[in-house]
């Protein structure tokens, strides 16, 4: 079986909560979903480890408030790579609105000084190689600039190790640059990365054609209720999941689609039924207040329902 790791660089604890509508300058009262260690790429650890794929996580983590984190991968049995470093890891609010989207107050967390990076880097370099797959999900944390992470990417990419980039905002630029060997940046964030609003799925396609053409061997494409489309160097096709009813979270689902991705990789799946099983994982991810499969057969009826539709090749 091929061997999967996660890197995230800018880990948290993120605390989920609900409510029917945010009234700005007033006193919201939130229920509470849960407090949950959490990051990118831990995300898609767990849902991976639930789906029986082993895997190992790495990046950073502050040393000050690391105790839920290696109780859960102590509890998962998920390898632990991560480096701690001085200070605490960070705690991320994450607000569902039932009548709206999700609000994310992402506060900062630890430094990483230069000493911390360069032994990082050294290490993760070696480390990475061992792996089929390596997932770098999630935000840059204070003191790694989007050059020092395009650099790092481009290290790996040098050394055969096949990314699979999941980011936003500059780390998703820079990274880019770096030629991953997946990406799956949102419909907002590639119409950031082109420039331009983009208002249909030709549209979507075109500008996912241009990221692609730098040399990146896939390109999915997330679109919340549309659903999501892969390109790749055979055809482009699209994914419609059936619309959930019972919407209690989005915190994870995209997360959850990274590691559906993977699991098909992994498993040899052909293009279609690899995307229609991400979808499926990310639309039940939407049930939940936290991220992971209790039992894969809830995924089946979900399944058995995703649309797939070529559109290319």
Known sequence: M???????LNTAYDLVGRLKRIELGEVNTVETLGLFPAGKGINVARVLNDLGIPVAVGGFLGEDNVGDFETLFKKENIEDKFQRVAGKTRINVKITETEADVTDLNFLG???????????????????????????????????TPE?????????????????????????????????????????????????????????????????????ANVVISMGANGSLWLNDDKVIQ???????????????????????????????????????????????????????SDQRLLDPILANVKITTIEG
């Open 239 to 293: 994914a419609q999941p059936a619309k959930c009813e019972n919407v209690v979270s989005t915190v994870g689902a995209g997360d959850s689609m990274v590691a559906g991705l993977i699991y098909g990789f992994v498993k040899g799946l052909s293009q279609q039924d690899t995307l229609a099983f991400a979808s499926a994982v990310s639309a039940f991810a939407v049930s939940q207040s936290n991220v992971g499969i």
């Open 2 to 8: 091929a061997k999967v790791a996660t890197i995230t």
């Open 110 to 144: 630890y430094q990483i000084s230069r000493e911390d990076w360069k032994k990082f880097t050294a290490d993760s370099l070696i480390y990475c190689q061992q792996f089929d797959i390596v997932a770098v999900c999630g935000s840059l944390p204070r003191g790694v």
């Open 148 to 216: 020092l992470f395009q650099a790092w990417l481009s290290e790996l990419h040098e050394a055969g190790v096949k990314v699979v980039l999941d980011s936003s905002n500059a780390a998703l630029t820079a990274g880019l640059k770096a030629n991953p060997w997946l990406v799956k940046p949102n419909h907002r964030e590639l119409e950031a990365w082109i420039g331009h609003p983009l208002n249909s799925i030709a549209e979507i396609v075109t500008a996912a054609k241009q990221l692609k053409a730098q040399g990146i």
